[in-house]
């Protein structure tokens, strides 16, 4: 339709598919649990970050602020993995 | 005028007005101190925290997050629709938005009816307490979503919004995306963690 709308309906795809990934297939304990969480936060960070800069036009925000967005991501990701890690016996 | 216009529209900005980004911020940090403190009270008492993450279902989390991407989607079809000047357009998606935001507060209120139900409330536990607040917190971002949505919706339909004016939809339009972003995130945490 658009070159504007057609990036964003892949964004919305790419999400829904990211979604059912972490939902109903790497929850399985098919998968080690470390490994399977590991996967499950940083996907969430990928989705997060795909909602900030694409449907929230960050990425055309200027620079300072799309700095800040991304350095959120970042630290809540890095938090969340690094207090998950080390947690005794998370396996 | 054209390349004046689409270096205009090369610029550098935020959607709507900067007071929303201010508030857009400021939601999102406290929300990130939540999310750290739910961590560590985790490492603190994590087979408290792993038992009763089993008695969530995840797929109500799944579906609901389903649903606020698909809202999400909805509000950028209404923005580019006012975008492009298809004034008649605009309207329809933001109702379609609400919808999804009404379908995401009547499944919350089914998954907290359960519970309730099975005799668990805030007061149980230290994971409930944080479930029932964080998701608590994040419903009632939900619930004023909608009630902008609908305004917005309101105004779409009188033709409001079009190429020249569509500031108090893209305001509208970044914090209903800041609430599915942080429901993104929010429902691994409560609900997949292992």
Redesign the interface.
């Known amino acids: 339709m658009?070159i504007?709308?057609k990036p964003?309906?892949l964004i919305?795809l790419l999400?829904?598919l990211a979604?059912?990934t972490?939902?109903?297939w790497?929850?399985k304990d098919a998968f080690p649990?470390t490994v399977?969480?590991v996967a499950?936060?940083l996907i969430?960070?990928f989705?997060?970050r795909l909602?900030?800069l694409n449907?929230?036009?960050?990425r055309?925000?200027?620079?300072p602020?799309r700095l800040?967005?991304e350095a959120?991501v970042l630290?809540?990701t890095a938090?969340?993995l690094s207090?998950?890690l080390?947690?005794?016996?998370?396996t | 005028m054209a390349t004046a216009a689409a270096r205009l529209q090369q610029a550098r900005r935020l959607p709507g007005v900067e007071g929303v980004w201010v508030f857009i911020a400021a939601d999102m940090a406290m929300f990130g101190l939540l999310f750290v403190s739910f961590m560590l009270e985790r490492q603190k008492n994590l087979a408290l925290f792993e038992h009763s993450r089993h008695t969530l279902d995840a797929n109500f989390g799944g579906i609901n997050t389903l649903i606020l991407l698909t809202s999400s989607w909805f509000v950028v079809l209404a923005v580019d629709a006012a975008k492009r000047n298809r004034v008649q357009r605009v309207a329809p998606c933001l109702a379609a938005a609400m919808i999804c935001g009404f379908a995401f507060t009547v499944s919350k209120a089914l998954e907290y009816a359960d519970k309730l139900r099975s005799g668990i409330s805030m007061l149980t536990n230290d994971f409930y307490m944080y479930y029932f607040a964080l998701t608590g917190i994040h419903l009632l971002h939900v619930a004023a979503g909608c009630v902008v949505l609908a305004v917005l919706w309101k105004r779409a339909r009188a033709g409001t919004y079009n190429s020249a004016q569509c500031v108090g939809l893209e305001c509208g339009a970044s914090y209903w995306h800041m609430v599915d972003l942080l429901w993104i995130l929010l429902f691994p945490l409560l609900y997949l963690l292992r």
């Open positions: 658009s504007l709308l964003a309906a919305w999400l829904m979604t059912c972490t939902t109903w790497l929850s649990a399977a969480t499950t936060v969430a960070a989705k997060a909602v900030l449907f929230m036009e960050v055309h925000a200027p620079l602020w800040m967005f959120w630290l809540v938090a969340v207090i998950y080390q947690t005794p016996m998370n």
